[in-house]
């Protein structure tokens, strides 16, 4: 009876210590995957800055995810493990500047959002990088595979930029309409041709009085009269 109870306890124990360890092993997998999210994160930025440089200096068509890699100082296996082609790398390369950059406004005021979001708009387009990658495009044409890549990003662009005039609607400060994003894109139109097609720079004052000529035929009817 004795040697029974023994061998019980041993076996017990035996269990309680074969449990802790497998827990300890899975307490450093877990810790192992965070610590490689984290270290990951400043990997990912720095690709997908040295894929617009290169993107920038190169072109779409000579763009070789080899010199992406070099640039940005790791292996090739490791960007072609996150971005398996080199359209993947492009787009997700051109949408981090938007989500960077363009971060939806919420001010209290549809005025107050469309300067917010033209002032994004400016620090792009006359950015180094903002003018080398306009140029690209040109280059490379309206009818290319970067051009095609750069239409593809807009529908992800515009979910967040819509919440601008969501918000306004439902604060009435604009009438519901069947073109929501018209004053945005009106906006958008505007500091595009004036800092690229005219080389012009335009300052706080300019783009206050263009955001109040946009909002004169966009604005409802009560506020119109407000104005």
Known sequence: MKIALACAARRNLNGG??????????????????????????VVRGILAAALE??????????RIEDVATRAGVNKTTVYRRWPTKEDLVRAALL?????????????????DLIA???????IQTSAL????????????????????????????EGGIRAIVESAVARGELAPSDEPMLPCELL?????????????????AQLARVVDVILLGVLSPARRKQV
Do not use: W
């Open 54 to 63: 290169e993107l920038a200096s190169a072109g779409y068509r000579a763009l």
């Open 17 to 42: 210590s074969m449990q802790a360890a497998t827990a300890k092993r899975t307490a450093k997998r877990v810790s192992a995957k965070r610590r490689a999210l984290v270290r990951g994160e400043p």
């Open 188 to 204: 958008a139109a505007y500091l595009k041709h004036k800092m690229m097609a005219d080389r012009a720079c335009v300052d706080e």
């Open 96 to 112: 981090s500047i938007t989500d960077e950059k363009i971060i939806p406004p919420n001010t209290g005021s549809i005025r107050g």
């Open 130 to 157: 903002g003018q080398s990658l306009f140029h690209v495009c040109l280059a490379e044409g309206l009818d290319s595979e970067l051009m095609a890549i750069a239409r593809s990003l807009r529908a992800v662009q």
């Open 117 to 123: 979001l033209g002032r994004a708009i400016i620090e």
